[in-house]
C-alpha cells in the first residue's frame, strides 16, 4: 500500500489530485453549509419541509450531470483534456461570485440556483479528470491512482462538509465560508496549469448538440463495451445511489432521528469520509494493482449487513435517547450510549465497504473502454451516476412525503445492495472462481 503514495510525488499525477481535491473541498462546503441552514431553520424557506428542501438541493446539484454528460463527454474526447479542464476551473470563480450574491441577499431560491451551476462545473470536470488517468498512469497505476482520487475526494468531502457544517451555524460564519469559497477556486484553477499535456484522442470529432440523441448514442455504445464495462459502470452507480441515501440525508438523520447537535453531524461525516478513504487505499494491496473485481461483490455483502444494522440501531437509541424537548444532544452524550457507539460502527463499516467496492469498478472502466471513447464512455457512466442520484432523492422525497421515517431509507440500501453483491459477481475473474471450487472440493 506504501507504492501508491509514490505518485503524489509525479507532476502526471500530483497537480490533477490538488486540482480535483479543492473542486470537492468547494463543491462540499457550500453544498453543507446550505443544507445545514436549511436543515436547522436559520433561513426562511417559505414554509417548505427542511427535508424536502434538502433532498431537492441534492437532485438540483445532480440534475447536470443528465443534461450535459453527453456534452462533457465529446468535449473531453475532442480537446486537450488539459486545457478544457483549465477552463472549468475559471467559470467556479464566477459561480462563487454568484454564491457570494445569494447570501448578501439571504435569498434561497438563489443559492439552490448556484448550487446547480456548482454541479455543471462537476459534470464537465468529471468526464476530464477520470479519462485523462490512464493517459498519465500506466495500467499497472490504475488502482492506486483511482484510490488516491477516492481517498482525496472523500477527503475533500469530509473536510469541505465538517468546515460547511460548523461555520454554517456561527454569526459571521457564513461570510467566511464565501471567503474560503474564493480563495480555494482560485487556487484550483491555479494548480490546473500544471497539468501535463493531455492531447485528445478524437480531435475530429464533430460536436453534437442534440443531447438527448448523444445521450442514447454513448449510452448505448457504453452497453456494447466488452469486458465488463457496462456491468462496473452500473455497479459504480448504485455507489452513488448509497452515497445520496446516507450523506443527503445526515443533517435531518442527525437532527430529526437523533436529536444530535451540530458537531455529531460533523463527526459522523468523518467517520463516513475517512472510512471510504481507508477502504479505497486497501484495493491496490489486496489486488496486487491488479484491475480487478475479486471483492466487489464481498464489499456489496458487507455493506448490505451494516446498512441493515443501522436501521436497528437508529431504532435502539431513539428509544434510549435523552431527548427532551428543543435539546440537542452532544457528542460526549451521543457517545456515553452503547447504541451510539454501534450506529458509529455501521457507518463506518458502510463507508469503508463502499470504498472496497466502487475503486476497482471505476479502474475497469477506464481501463477496459476503448480510447477513442474513453471520455465518452466515462461521461455515459456520469450520466448513469446521475440518474441512480436523482432516482436515490425522488425515493427518499417520496417516501418521506408518504410518511416513511428517515431511518427506511437505509433498509431500501440494505436491499438494493444484496442484489447488486450477486449482479457483481460476473466481474469476479475465473481464476479466482475456479480457486474457491477447488478448496471447496
Known amino acids: 500500500m506504501d507504492n501508491q503514495f509514490q505518485l503524489l510525488k509525479h507532476r502526471r499525477f500530483l497537480p ?75 467559470t467556479e470563480i464566477v459561480i462563487v461570485c454568484a454564491a457570494m450574491v445569494g447570501v448578501w441577499l439571504h435569498s434561497v431560491p438563489l443559492l439552490l440556483v448556484v448550487l446547480f451551476a456548482f454541479g455543471t462545473h462537476s459534470a464537465f470536470f468529471s468526464p476530464c479528470k477520470f479519462s485523462v488517468l490512464p493517459q498519465h498512469l500506466n495500467d499497472g497505476e490504475l488502482i492506486a491512482g483511482n484510490a488516491l482520487v477516492n481517498t482525496g475526494t472523500y477527503l475533500a468531502i469530509l473536510f469541505g462538509s465538517i468546515i460547511g457544517g460548523l461555520l454554517a451555524l456561527a454569526g459571521t460564519g457564513i461570510i467566511i465560508v464565501c471567503v474560503l469559497l474564493l480563495l480555494v477556486a482560485i487556487a484550483g484553477l491555479v494548480f490546473s496549469f500544471y497539468i501535463p499535456a493531455a492531447p485528445p484522442p478524437s480531435p475530429y470529432l464533430v460536436l453534437n448538440y442534440n443531447l438527448p440523441v448523444e445521450a442514447k448514442k454513448i449510452f448505448t455504445f457504453a452497453r456494447e463495451q466488452q469486458n465488463g464495462v457496462f456491468t462496473a459502470m452500473v455497479g459504480t452507480s448504485w455507489f452513488f445511489f448509497v452515497g445520496a441515501m446516507v450523506l443527503a440525508q445526515l443533517p435531518n438523520y442527525t437532527k430529526q432521528v437523533l436529536g444530535v447537535d451540530n458537531v455529531v453531524l460533523a463527526f459522523f461525516m468523518a467517520v463516513f469520509s475517512c472510512g471510504i478513504a481507508l477502504g479505497g487505499l486497501v484495493n491496490d494491496a489486496l489486488l496486487k494493482s491488479k484491475v480487478e473485481a475479486t471483492y466487489v461483490p464481498f464489499a456489496a455483502l458487507v455493506l448490505t449487513f451494516f446498512a441493515f444494522d443501522l436501521y436497528l440501531a437508529s431504532g435502539i437509541y431513539h428509544s434510549v435517547s435523552p431527548l427532551l424537548g428543543d435539546y440537542l444532544v452532544t457528542l460526549p452524550s451521543f457517545l456515553s450510549h452503547t447504541s451510539g457507539w454501534r450506529i458509529v460502527i455501521d457507518l463506518f463499516m458502510i463507508s469503508v465497504a463502499g470504498g472496497l467496492y466502487v475503486v476497482p469498478l471505476k479502474a475497469i472502466v477506464q481501463e477496459r473502454a476503448v480510447p477513442e471513447m474513453r471520455a465518452r464512455i466515462i461521461a455515459a457512466g456520469c450520466f448513469l451516476d446521475a440518474v441512480f442520484i436523482l432516482g436515490a432523492s425522488i425515493i427518499a422525497i417520496f417516501m418521506l412525503g408518504v410518511g416513511f421515517a428517515i431511518e427506511h431509507l437505509f433498509l431500501l440500501v440494505a436491499a438494493g445492495s444484496t442484489g447488486m453483491a450477486f449482479y457483481l459477481s460476473r466481474l469476479v475473474p475465473r481464476h479466482v472462481i475456479g480457486k474457491i471450487f477447488r478448496r471447496q472440493s
Open 16 to 90: 490533477l489530485f490538488v486540482t480535483q481535491f479543492l473542486g470537492a473541498f468547494n463543491d462540499n462546503l457550500y453544498k453543507t453549509a446550505l443544507s445545514v441552514l436549511v436543515a436547522y431553520a436559520v433561513w426562511d424557506i417559505g414554509g417548505w419541509r427542511p427535508e424536502i428542501v434538502v433532498s431537492l438541493a441534492a437532485a438540483l446539484f445532480i440534475l447536470p450531470f443528465m443534461l450535459f454528460a453527453p456534452l462533457a463527454g465529446q468535449i473531453a474526447d475532442k480537446y486537450a483534456r488539459n486545457r478544457v479542464m483549465q477552463i472549468i476551473k475559471a
